[in-house]
Nanobody, 127 residues
């Protein structure tokens, strides 16, 4: 199984970025997909999740990104996306995509409920 995250970069506060994660080696539509982030010196934290298509494609967000970030998936392309708008300096982190067999969006907020992880992509937001 491989998860390849891309789309990170250096932007200014208020700008937008779209992260992509391409999956291979798994039955993508059967997995819930999540995005986590890890800032320097901090623990990895939940950002957003979308359940499998089998579980309705339900989305869930952390309070810190709700209303600014949107997670989506394209099962035909085995990909999950994270549209990030109104970026803030505190959004600076390495962003990771991950795959989970848990059917519940709330369960997907828990880092240990994921089976596979991508390598991460750096997002830097300057003030």
């Amino acid at each position: 199984v491989q998860l390849q995250a891309s789309g990170g970069g250096l932007v200014q506060a208020g700008d937008s970025l779209r992260l992509s994660c391409a999956a291979s080696g798994l039955s993508f539509s059967r997995y819930g997909m999540g995005w986590f982030r890890q800032a320097a010196g901090k623990e990895r934290e939940f950002v957003a999740a979308i359940t499998s298509s089998w579980s309705g494609g339900i989305t869930y967000y952390s309070d810190s990104v709700k209303g600014r970030f949107t997670i989506s998936r394209d099962n035909a392309k085995n990909s999950v996306y994270l549209q990030m708008n109104s970026l803030k300096p505190e959004d600076t982190a390495v962003y990771y995509c991950a795959a989970s067999r848990y059917p519940s969006a709330q369960a997907m907020t828990i880092i240990h409920n994921y089976d596979y992880w991508g390598q991460g992509t750096q997002v830097t937001v300057s003030s």
